[in-house]
C-alpha cells in the first residue's frame, strides 16, 4: 500500500466516520450538561412538592443514572456500534459480570429496601456496627455518615439493610441514664436530695413520659451507687448528659459528698540488712 493510498484512506476516516466520532463525543458532552441542569430541575421539583429529603436524594441519583445509561447508548448507536452484538457479549459473559457485581447489586436492593422500610432518613443520628454519625445522603449503592468530627463514612446499603442498627432519631424523646458512686459514710438520704434537687434545676429536663428518678442501683465493692434517670426531647440528650456530668461533680465537692476513687496501700517495712 503506498503514501496515497493511505493518504486517501486517512482523509475518507476523516470525513467520515472522524466527522461522526467528535459530533459523538460532542453529544456526549452537551448530553451530561443536559442530564446534570435536569437533575437539579427535577431535585428542586421534588423538594417544591415536598418529598421527603430522603426520597428526594435517592430518585435524583437513581434518575441520574438512568439518564446517563440512556445517554451512553445513544452515542453508541449513533457511531452505529452494533448493541445486538454488545447485548449478546454482556448476556454470555453474565455469570461472571454476576459475580464480580454481586456485593454492588446487593448495595443496589440494600437501598431499595431503606427506602421502602425506612429504618432512618436523611438527618437521623444512626449507629450501625463500630460507626456512628448523622445521615447525610442514601444513595444507590452507598449510604453517607458524617461523625461528630465532621468526618464522612460510606457505609455499604447491603450491610445497613441486612445488619442491625440503632436509630437515635427515631424517637421524639429520650431518657438519659447516669450512674453516680458515692462511699459507704455518706448519708444517702442526702445524696438523693442533692441528686433530685440538680434534676429539678435543669431547664431542659421534661416530667412526660416520666418525671425525674434517683434510686440506689448497687452496692458496690467500694462505692454506693446511685442511678438517675431523666426524660428530655432527643435533640437536648447529650446537651443533659455532659450537664449532669459536671453539675454533680461540683455539688458533690460543695456538699462534702465523697466519691470513692481506686487507692492502694501501700506498707514498708524496716529490715536489718545482713
Known sequence: MNLETVVNNFITWITTSG??????????WIGLKLVKKFEKHFSNFLENK???????????????????????????GYWKIELTGF??????????????????????????????????KVGDYIETGSYQGTVEEIGLFYTKLATVDNKLILIPNGGLSN??????????????????????ES???HVK?????????????????????????????????FVVRAWCKSEDYFTIYFDLLEEVK?????????????????????????
Do not use: C, W
Request: hydrophobic share 50%; glycine share 10%; proline share 4%.
Open 19 to 28: 466527522v461522526r466520532l467528535v459530533i459523538g463525543l460532542i453529544l456526549l
Open 50 to 76: 415536598k418529598v421527603d429529603t430522603t426520597l428526594v436524594r435517592f430518585l435524583d441519583s437513581l434518575v441520574g443514572y438512568g439518564l446517563k445509561i440512556l445517554l451512553f447508548i445513544t452515542v453508541l
Open 87 to 120: 447485548a449478546a457479549l454482556v448476556a454470555s459473559g453474565g455469570v461472571a459480570i454476576g459475580l464480580a457485581l454481586q456485593g454492588s447489586l446487593s448495595n443496589f436492593a440494600g437501598g431499595f429496601i431503606i427506602l421502602l422500610l425506612r429504618p432512618f
Open 163 to 184: 445488619g442491625s442498627l440503632v436509630n437515635y432519631s427515631a424517637k421524639p424523646k429520650r431518657r438519659v441514664d447516669l450512674t453516680f458512686g458515692v462511699g459507704y
Open 187 to 189: 448519708d444517702l438520704t
Open 193 to 225: 436530695a442533692v441528686l433530685t434537687d440538680i434534676l429539678s434545676k435543669h431547664k431542659l429536663i421534661i416530667d412526660d413520659p416520666a418525671a425525674p428518678f434517683v434510686g440506689v442501683s448497687a452496692h458496690s465493692a467500694s462505692s454506693v451507687d
Open 250 to 274: 461540683i455539688r458533690f465537692d460543695q456538699e462534702g459528698i465523697s466519691i470513692p476513687y481506686p487507692q492502694m496501700d501501700l506498707h514498708l517495712k524496716k529490715e536489718d540488712l545482713k
